[in-house]
């Protein structure tokens, strides 16, 4: 199972918006509303940030959201703060043999 | 407050053997279906492995099928990972996670790390 497709590195400054993609195919992101994003901040272990493309956990700031058209999905993150640079994993279900497929991963800077 | 606590990893030669466990707490850990997630040094998220809540429906990756097992024991909240014939390439830190629905990882354990080296 190939791997999610995400930029390896986005940067923003803070208060500005950014944007990260992640671009599967019709057997994962564009078959299913079961998209994830993970935080994670160096040697720390990941946390979720968004599930089921659009929904936030309790505790994540509203400042996290998510979105899906067609094969790819985003998250959105408003209002960056120096807290926020981390790096990302998007995830979904995957028809096939394995069920779950991750992207590469997002290092986001902020400036 | 959910808590996954991974353990038993250390150094193994190539070809060797480990075994993982994640003890579980404050969760109905019999509920829940449970994952492996690994992070090799310097490198991406990969699934390894899942589980069903009683152990009916199992998954493997491709890079582990047949030298990997999980199981887990619902009376002692514990996951486990068998991971015989080791490889250079499975050095990785190993997390457990619990899943609440699909792709749906939350909480993750801290990680244990695997280094598979001569």
């Known amino acids: 199972q190939s791997a999610l497709t995400q930029p390896a590195s986005v940067s923003g400054s803070p208060g500005q918006s950014i944007t990260i993609s992640c671009t599967g195919t019709?057997?994962?992101?564009?078959?299913?509303?079961?998209v994830s994003w993970y935080q994670q901040h160096p040697g720390k272990a990941p946390k979720l940030m968004i599930y089921e493309v659009s929904n936030r956990p309790s505790g994540v700031s509203n400042r996290f959201s998510g979105s899906k058209s067609g094969n790819t999905a985003s998250l959105t993150i408003s209002g960056l703060q120096a807290e926020d640079e981390a790096d990302y994993y998007c995830?979904?279900?995957?028809?096939?043999?394995?069920?779950?497929?991750f992207g590469g991963g997002t290092k986001l800077t902020v400036l | 407050e959910v808590q996954l606590v991974e353990s038993g990893g250390g150094l193994v030669k190539p070809g060797g053997s480990l075994r993982l466990s994640c003890a579980a707490s404050?969760?109905?850990?019999?509920?829940?279906?449970m994952n492996w997630v690994r992070q090799a040094p310097g490198k991406g998220l990969e699934w390894v492995s899942s589980?069903?809540?009683?152990?009916?429906?199992?998954y493997y990756a491709d890079s582990v099928k047949g030298r990997f097992t999980i199981s887990r024991d619902n009376a002692k909240n514990s996951l486990y990972l068998q991971m015989n014939s080791l490889r250079a390439e499975d050095t990785a830190v190993y997390y457990c996670?619990?899943?609440?629905?699909?792709?749906?990882?939350?909480?993750w354990g801290q990680g244990t790390l695997v280094t598979v080296s001569s």
């Open positions: 589980i069903s809540s009683s152990s009916s429906y199992i």
């Open positions: 995830s979904s279900y995957t028809t096939g043999s394995t069920n779950v497929v």
């Open positions: 996670a619990r899943q609440v629905n699909w792709g749906r990882f939350d909480p």
């Open positions: 404050g969760l109905t850990f019999s509920s829940y279906s």
């Open positions: 019709s057997s994962d992101v564009g078959g299913y509303n079961y």
